[in-house]
């Protein structure tokens, strides 16, 4: 796992890091170009609390490869409002 933490503001270059993130995935589990680029697809979602209802700040990337979660990048807020991003690379542990 990685981490990063940059001020508000300051999360564009994060999420060019997050589609590089993902591309290494794709890469290593398709060669070029995709067979199928429809078994590929990115989602980003805004987390909420369904007691309250109330959205969050948080998101969630997921990158989805034939239907199934294969990496995520969470995006959350800590007690100082730093923007917090962790990636998990779940890919190898697919089988794929």
Same mark, same amino acid.
């Given at each position: 796992?990685?981490?990063?933490?940059?001020?508000?503001?300051?999360?564009?270059?994060?999420?060019?890091?997050? #589609?590089?993130? %993902?591309?290494?995935?794709? #890469?290593?589990?398709?060669?070029?170009?995709?067979?199928?680029?429809?078994? @590929?697809?990115?989602?980003? #979602?805004?987390?909420?609390?369904?007691?309250?209802?109330?959205? $969050?700040?948080?998101?969630?990337?997921?990158?989805?490869?034939?239907? &199934?979660?294969?990496?995520?990048? $969470?995006? $959350? &807020?800590?007690? @100082?409002?730093?923007?917090?991003?962790? %990636?998990?690379? #779940?890919?190898?542990?697919?089988?794929?």
């Amino acid at each position: 796992m990685k981490s990063l933490k940059v001020d508000t503001g300051d999360q564009e270059e994060v999420y060019r890091k997050i #589609n590089e993130f %993902f591309k290494e995935i794709v #890469n290593k589990l398709e060669p070029k170009p995709l067979k199928k680029p429809s078994e @590929l697809e990115i989602r980003v #979602n805004a987390l909420g609390n369904q007691i309250d209802g109330i959205i $969050t700040d948080d998101f969630v990337h997921r990158l989805i490869y034939k239907q &199934r979660v294969i990496a995520i990048v $969470t995006e $959350t &807020r800590d007690d @100082l409002n730093y923007i917090v991003f962790d %990636f998990f690379d #779940n890919s190898d542990k697919n089988g794929y």
